[in-house]
């Protein structure tokens, strides 16, 4: 075990760590997470996009036209200002980003590992605070709204797709997103590849 | 022989009903599915324009343009109202007769369409992304203002010449002086600037006192030329209905509009009165009324080379240019014959002696014989219009034995008659005015309805037929009424317009005066008498929400629709209002209800458009103090 966490990882495993620092550069540029809601009378749908600093709409109206539906329901009005993680978010891609830079100057198994386990642990970290803004965003509604269904929240899904009156709502990871799955694929990859080596030279 | 008299009559029931359901499948658009072609028509007396799909024959919409239209409050809100304004004053109607879609390179583009008003003499522009009037411009020097808005092959210019020949400038004299050639025409060269499509008059032409009726310029080696139709060349002034009808050929007027421009570079045209109106709507902010006033006015005589007259039998009333601009086709509204001239054989005899016959204001006449290319000789009774399929066939509308008849290019054989119910005048190809038709559908546009559709009193719907000219022989599709007089169309495929239409008026670009973009900043503002009201709209509420004014007070609504979302206008009406309709105000839009504060008591103020769930809720009040 020792042996496989001390040992220095190949120079295509070193490229390809790199590759992975760069990969990740490009999720300041893309959504992360996207949440589509169909309805009637929006057949050309209506999208939400989470990116790493911001939310936007789908396209240029969608936020507005979506808060609008929500201030029937006494939703409150979703805003990039009122989730303060989207500030240091950013950040912590530029710790990831940072960890593979140094992994490609000290090349070693370990360093992969802890890769990996950042990826995951921010990864938990990020769906929990996720899942914690939709319950809010679902539960917390103005009782004087105008439309009141007793029993109904509209708590979107984390992962998949649900129906909400008249709205189904599906989320799914986006390119960013993807861009984070596959990053943490390579990297089990990369200590696949080099337990082998071991293996086989042994 | 029983037995096979009712074979006979089964097989020609089950054919015919056959031909009924193919007929109906091919003009049946399934619910969502779009249709194919939009279709532009004139509303004749209502001054609007009206937009369908074909081959659905469905309704889409009524675009306000030369007349007043409380549904929406066009031509009555402070935005709007300046675009019906003349020399004459505000006139909130007119008579829209023909619809001209701007052309590149002699095929359609789906920028514009042009629209003349035959009464005030006017011609506006409809914007083809919101589907809104955006200019109209008035035609001074002129009276009915009918053989119009034809343009060139760029939409370089718009062509308008005067129906009723009167003085120019106008003068009150003998009414019998009008034989005496007292009274003119005018020939117009509106200009049409490539990108914003502004409007601006750069020349008239003087011409003799004849009605001048229909127009359609060249294109390809005809480009330089554009072609008027005139009859009553007898200047008859009274019963027109016998007098006019005399001379047994009336003319096509060849107007070198290349040639006039270069007269007036030249410094021929001169200075001459007229004043006129232009008003432009930018978008989103209130129409700008100019006055104008002078011309400059080209007189045939001081630029040889402008203008010819080829005989045409007989009170000729369309003047159509086939797709390879080679064949001016004139339709003859007493005339036996369908004739076509050639536009090559008018380039070679023009400037040659011995082809002219005589000469009116200096203006060559050139002989029947020199310029034709051939006669359709017995087409029908009372050949109107002429529209081609790109395919080598022409179809004129034939008003006085109701039908279009098939013609063929070159040979001048008759190839088919199509009923028409009833008495069509203009019809329609898609593109066919073009240089590139489409050639799949036509509509004949019809004056009478008679026995089509159900009875409902004495005014009955006038009425359009869509045939299907896709096929070797044309075939009757499917008949619809109109709104108005469908007096002529232009049809466009709809993949050249459907994905460029505006959905919503970005809220960023609103530059209007009074706009507020931001609940917050609704508010009322008092200035002596005058009380400005800066309100919003969203669904499902107003702001200000409630408003006090005194009884005669003039109170300024300016309504912000601050909606991005697409197909979400809101409405705004005021109870007992008397003189403002409804507005109808579109997502990102700021309009002006002007109200004049009546005796105290409270007034409901409410929107008119089912915009939500809670539009019945989306009401508020207004206190009328003493
Ligand atoms: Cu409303």
Redesign the interface.
Known sequence: MQELLLKKISKMNRLLILGVGLLLLSVYFLPIWHIALDAPQYPEGLGMKIWIDKITGSSTYDLQNINLLNHYIGMHEIVSESVPELLFMPYVLGFLIFGAFVTFLHPKVYMVILGILNIIILGILGMYDFWRWEYNYGHNLNPDAPIVVPGMAYQPPLLGCKEMLNITACSFPSWGGIILFVSLGILIWVIWDEKRRIDVSS | MILIGLGYGCKGGAATAALASDAAKRVYVAPGEKDEVYAFLSGGFSGQMSVYGIPSTRLFKIIPVFSVFPENGYGYDEETKNMLRTTNGYVPWDDSHHIEASMTDGKQDGRWLFMNANNSPRLARIDLRSFETKEIIEIPNSAGNHASPFATENTEYLMAATRFSVPIPQASVPIENFSKGDFKGTVSMVKVDPKSGRLSIELQILVPGFDYDLSHCGKGKSHDWCFFTSYNSEQAYKMIEVGASKNDKDYILAFNWVRAKQCLDQGKASNFGGEYYRNYLPENQPAISEKLSGVKMLQPKDCPGVMYYMPTPKSPHGTDVDPTGEYIVGGGKLATVIPVHSFSKLMDVKDKPEHRSGMIMDIPILKYESTLAGEVKKPCLGPLHTEFDGKGYAYTSCFVSSEVVKWELGTWEVEQHLPAYYSVGHLSIVGGSSKDPYGKYLIALNKITKDRYLPVGMELPQSAQLYDISGGKAELLSDFPTVGEPHYSQMIPAKLLMDKAAK?YPLEENKHPYAIKNEKDARVVREGNTVRVYMTQ???HFKPDTIEVRSGDTVFFHVTNL????DIPHGFAVGGAPEMPNLLIMPGQTRTFKWKAPKPGIYPFYCTDFCS??HQ?MQQYIRVLP
């Open positions: 919503i969203i669904r499902s909606e991005q979302d697409f769930a809670l809720e």
